[in-house]
């Protein structure tokens, strides 16, 4: 399986930078997890390819790139883009992204080809398929309805978290699951914003630490949705205070499991 984290930020040369404002994971070139960076990063290829979207939950960095993807697409869209996601988030999706007032609602909006976006609802908790990628929900503790995901491509399976704070259903369905390559897990503030991250529902290195003491298998643990503004602090609280490695995810780079 492959993964990749689109980028968005940049350095002062116009050059992306591992800053990670918005959230969109692509997998396997095909398939986005989140539509964060979705519009401003993807490739002509990626463009091209990606017709399924995953959304783990509704807040902004998740999701401000999905209305100006469908827009850069919509003249040529042969099938519709497929918005995989819970009731709760497709409801703030339709009252405050596509209301005609911040955006159109492309899902009442054709092409000559026929309609440009689809919903395709899923229950907390259920299991889907996307072409061959088989994507088991699990709910996550965050401040608004989330799911995490493991997602497996028949010969290969990992543990997505998205965002979100202590959650031991999130660890109970990772440790059923013996053949994962890889967990996934935020950590979006430092320690000495605990009291934000805890009233947000983050990790910060010190919870994330208690947390993977849940994690039974012995499986590579990365780290993910770090605010950007914090980076290099989180980074270097996470090497001294876990007591194993850990693999930072950096954008564009191509990784696979
Ligand atoms: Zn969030």
Redesign the pocket.
């Known amino acids: 399986m492959k993964l990749r984290l689109l980028p968005s930020s940049f350095d002062e040369n116009g050059v992306y930078s591992a800053g990670q404002h918005l959230t969109s994971f692509l997998i396997d070139d095909r398939v986005a997890l989140d539509a964060g960076s979705l519009a401003m990063a993807a490739s002509e290829a990626d463009r091209r390819s990606v017709r399924d979207i995953i959304l783990t ?1 509704a ?1 902004l ?2 999701i401000a790139g999905l209305p100006l993807f469908i827009d850069d697409l919509f003249a040529s869209l042969t099938e519709p883009i497929r918005i995989h996601a819970t009731a709760d988030v497709i409801e703030v999706l339709e009252r405050d992204v596509f209301n005609w007032s911040v955006y159109p609602r492309f899902s009442e909006l054709q092409n000559d080809n026929g309609p440009v976006m689809e919903y395709r609802p899923f229950e907390l908790g259920a299991r889907f398929n996307i072409g061959g990628l088989t994507f088991s929900s699990i709910p996550v503790d ?3 309805p ?1 799911s995490g995901f493991v997602i497996d491509d028949g010969s290969s399976a990992i543990a997505f978290s ?2 979100t704070s202590s959650s031991s259903a999130f660890w109970a369905k990772v440790n059923e699951r013996d053949d994962l390559k890889a967990v996934l897990i935020e950590c979006a503030f430092p320690d000495r914003m605990s009291e934000l991250a805890e009233a ?1 529902h ?1 990790f910060t290195p010190e919870t994330l630490k208690v947390d993977l003491g849940l994690l039974k298998l012995d499986v590579e643990v990365c780290i993910i949705n770090i605010k950007p503004m914090y980076r290099s602090e989180v980074i270097d609280e996470l090497r001294a205070t876990l007591d194993r490695d850990v693999t930072i995810i950096e954008p564009v780079r191509q990784y696979h499991f």
């Open positions: 939950h807040h960095d998740h965050h401040k608004v989330s998205g965002d947000s983050h």
